[in-house]
């Protein structure tokens, strides 16, 4: 472990002294674990000068501030997880800043030289030695190309890592220690909260990382009249130095500049949304640090992202039950809404869907009642983290990322235009994505997706078939039902196993009438005309049919 004992001792002092300064140790003391030993902290400098005026909140926001970028950061994305934090910790962590001192521009430089094995001057014609940005990761140059061409240079801060794995461990260790002493500390799941955050900013270190985050990004949005990326000089680019275009555009937070430009307020709010919602549920791809910093506006209205270290993904099965609890919520329909939450398992097997449902009425129908466009998407989200708490929902740390993006999305459209209706602008694609995703279309597209590997197994079918058929005859077929693969099959399809099973071998059936049908516009006469591989899949779906019915109901 870097910094070895000694150096962890030390930082942990260091952090002691300062939530002492700042008069935040009072309430790390009443966890009972650290009672006992409450009068020892009369020994800490600052103990006597600590700061008792302030709001708690912000005397924590002041400790994170001075415990360095690191710490920032870490408050920065707590502050989206109102299901952990008190209301007035959440706000006032929204506060914290990644505003951070520049380093030195002779580090930048011999970085930048070591990075590519010879002198700046053969690199770029001009480099500016005054940073355009500096954050707590990384700060940004300007520059220009031998071909002229205008460009940004993102360089690593030197030692951060060192400085990432040292607070790392404290943070850890802290995070064990609230799992471990805390009641509601295993339903919150502290230590899976650090381990995400470990794993995203440790990508934000890896400049080849956030350059194929930034050119995946810009192909999706290749012509788009929505957003623009800026391009990534992959020559140039290193594990700590990146090179992109320069980009010119008006910050985001500047409404006067938006204004005077002749720009659309509501249209930019509306595409911000559609922006939001293309990249989580169509591209699955979505840039998760969309403060105010990192967009700006091209005088066409277009948005103009920089800043691609943090990136969130959903596997499909939580794109798929987020979709349909937000169409559900448009809806009203809360039996809806708690049932998802049972089956994806977000909530314990053992929960009273009925109970959970009227909870949740409770919580949206208030706000329901007003006007959808004075509805905060927020505080909805902090009422139903309430509820959660009360159910023992478990924290979804995949689900981290997509909670802050969204939220950072609606302050920022409601900044531009505070009329904006959130769920208004959402409403209709997220019912287009949804029937994309089950209608007859999404199971034609599917099928032509896998059918390269069905028309690979489809040779196996028949003597598979023969021999299950056999079996069958001699009363000898098996199946080993305490298999852990079968069992965890059997979990996962509990809720609708003959469907299933069904919709496999209909499958069959239907490609059988799809490879019929793509005979060329031939017309058939008979049988004989027919594909054998159309009849080789018809007999099997059938099969499976047949063979899949007492396996349907099985426990």
């Given at each position: 472990?870097?910094?070895?004992?000694?150096?962890?001792?030390?930082?942990?002092?260091?952090?002691?002294?300062?939530?002492?300064?700042?008069?935040?140790?009072?309430?790390?003391?009443?966890?009972?674990?650290?009672?006992?030993?409450?009068?020892?902290?009369?020994?800490?400098?600052?103990?006597?000068?600590?700061?008792?005026?302030?709001?708690?909140?912000?005397?924590?926001?002041?400790?994170?501030?001075?415990?360095?970028?690191?710490?920032?950061?870490?408050?920065?994305?707590?502050?989206?997880?109102?299901?952990?934090?008190?209301?007035?910790?959440?706000?006032?962590?929204?506060?914290?800043?990644?505003?951070?001192?520049?380093?030195?521009?002779?580090?930048?430089?011999?970085?930048?030289?070591?990075?590519?094995?010879?002198?700046?001057?053969?690199?770029?014609?001009?480099?500016?030695?005054?940073?355009?940005?500096?954050?707590?990761?990384?700060?940004?140059?300007?520059?220009?190309?031998?071909?002229?061409?205008?460009?940004?240079?993102?360089?690593?801060?030197?030692?951060?890592?060192?400085?990432?794995?040292?607070?790392?461990?404290?943070?850890?260790?802290?995070?064990?220690?609230?799992?471990?002493?805390?009641?509601?500390?295993?339903?919150?799941?502290?230590?899976?909260?650090?381990?995400?955050?470990?794993?995203?900013?440790?990508?934000?270190?890896?400049?080849?990382?956030?350059?194929?985050?930034?050119?995946?990004?810009?192909?999706?949005?290749?012509?788009?009249?929505?957003?623009?990326?800026?391009?990534?000089?992959?020559?140039?680019?290193?594990?700590?130095?990146?090179?992109?275009?320069?980009?010119?555009?008006?910050?985001?937070?500047?409404?006067?500049?938006?204004?005077?430009?002749?720009?659309?307020?509501?249209?930019?709010?509306?595409?911000?949304?559609?922006?939001?919602?293309?990249?989580?549920?169509?591209?699955?791809?979505?840039?998760?640090?969309?403060?105010?910093?990192?967009?700006?506006?091209?005088?066409?209205?277009?948005?103009?992202?920089?800043?691609?270290?943090?990136?969130?993904?959903?596997?499909?099965?939580?794109?798929?039950?987020?979709?349909?609890?937000?169409?559900?919520?448009?809806?009203?329909?809360?039996?809806?809404?708690?049932?998802?939450?049972?089956?994806?398992?977000?909530?314990?097997?053992?929960?009273?869907?009925?109970?959970?449902?009227?909870?949740?009425?409770?919580?949206?129908?208030?706000?329901?009642?007003?006007?959808?466009?004075?509805?905060s998407f927020g505080h909805l989200l902090l009422r139903l983290f309430q509820t959660a708490r009360r159910f023992n929902m478990e924290i979804q740390p995949q689900l981290v990322l997509l909670q802050k993006t969204l939220l950072n999305i609606e302050g920022l459209g409601r900044q531009l235009y505070p009329d904006?209706?959130?769920?208004?602008?959402?409403?209709?694609?997220?019912?287009?994505?949804?029937?994309?995703?089950?209608?007859?279309?999404?199971?034609?597209?599917?099928?032509?997706?896998?059918?390269?590997?069905?028309?690979?197994?489809?040779?196996?079918?028949?003597?598979?078939?023969?021999?299950?058929?056999?079996?069958?005859?001699?009363?000898?077929?098996?199946?080993?039902?305490?298999?852990?693969?079968?069992?965890?099959?059997?979990?996962?399809?509990?809720?609708?196993?003959?469907?299933?099973?069904?919709?496999?071998?209909?499958?069959?059936?239907?490609?059988?009438?799809?490879?019929?049908?793509?005979?060329?516009?031939?017309?058939?006469?008979?049988p004989g005309d027919l594909p054998l591989a159309s009849w080789l899949l018809g007999a099997a779906g059938g099969l499976l049919l047949l063979v899949s019915w007492p396996l349907g109901d099985a426990d």
């Amino acid at each position: 472990m870097l910094g070895g004992a000694p150096g962890r001792t030390l930082r942990l002092f260091k952090i002691a002294r300062v939530l002492s300064r700042h008069g935040v140790d009072e309430l790390a003391l009443t966890i009972p674990l650290f009672r006992r030993v409450r009068f020892l902290t009369c020994l800490l400098p600052g103990y006597w000068m600590r700061d008792r005026d302030a709001p708690r909140a912000v005397r924590m926001r002041k400790s994170l501030e001075e415990l360095g970028p690191i710490f920032v950061k870490f408050g920065q994305i707590l502050s989206t997880r109102r299901d952990l934090l008190p209301d007035d910790i959440a706000t006032e962590f929204a506060r914290l800043q990644d505003d951070v001192p520049p380093f030195p521009s002779e580090q930048a430089r011999t970085i930048i030289e070591e990075a590519y094995g010879k002198p700046l001057g053969e690199v770029f014609q001009q480099f500016d030695d005054a940073p355009l940005a500096s954050a707590s990761i990384a700060q940004v140059h300007a520059a220009r190309l031998h071909d002229g061409r205008e460009v940004v240079v993102k360089v690593v801060r030197p030692g951060i890592e060192q400085t990432i794995r040292r607070d790392l461990e404290l943070m850890y260790l802290l995070a064990g220690m609230v799992q471990r002493y805390w009641s509601d500390g295993r339903r919150l799941r502290p230590v899976e909260v650090v381990r995400e955050y470990e794993k995203t900013i440790f990508d934000e270190l890896d400049m080849l990382r956030e350059g194929s985050n930034a050119s995946l990004l810009r192909r999706n949005f290749d012509g788009s009249p929505l957003i623009y990326i800026p391009e990534v000089y992959w020559p140039y680019v290193r594990r700590n130095v990146m090179v992109m275009e320069r980009i010119s555009g008006i910050p985001i937070s500047d409404i006067e500049a938006i204004k005077a430009a002749g720009i659309d307020l509501q249209q930019l709010a509306e595409r911000g949304v559609e922006i939001f919602f293309t990249q989580a549920f169509r591209h699955n791809f979505f840039h998760a640090d969309m403060h105010p910093g990192n967009i700006f506006v091209a005088p066409d209205g277009r948005y103009i992202a920089v800043d691609f270290g943090i990136m969130g993904s959903l596997n499909p099965e939580d794109q798929r039950y987020l979709a349909e609890n937000f169409l559900a919520f448009f809806q009203r329909d809360y039996q809806r809404v708690a049932e998802l939450h049972v089956e994806s398992g977000w909530v314990p097997r053992g929960t009273r869907v009925d109970e959970f449902e009227s909870a949740i009425r409770a919580v949206c129908e208030p706000i329901f009642e007003r006007p959808l466009k004075e509805i905060s998407f927020g505080h909805l989200l902090l009422r139903l983290f309430q509820t959660a708490r009360r159910f023992n929902m478990e924290i979804q740390p995949q689900l981290v990322l997509l909670q802050k993006t969204l939220l950072n999305i609606e302050g920022l459209g409601r900044q531009l235009y505070p009329d904006l209706d959130l769920w208004k602008t959402a409403k209709p694609f997220l019912e287009r994505w949804m029937q994309n995703q089950v209608g007859a279309r999404a199971f034609v597209r599917n099928l032509r997706q896998q059918a390269p590997r069905i028309m690979e197994l489809t040779p196996e079918i028949p003597l598979l078939a023969h021999s299950v058929l056999k079996q069958l005859q001699r009363g000898t077929l098996e199946t080993n039902s305490r298999s852990a693969e079968l069992n965890r099959l059997r979990r996962e399809i509990r809720s609708s196993n003959r469907r299933t099973v069904g919709a496999i071998a209909g499958s069959t059936l239907i490609l059988s009438a799809v490879l019929i049908l793509g005979m060329g516009g031939h017309e058939l006469h008979g049988p004989g005309d027919l594909p054998l591989a159309s009849w080789l899949l018809g007999a099997a779906g059938g099969l499976l049919l047949l063979v899949s019915w007492p396996l349907g109901d099985a426990d």
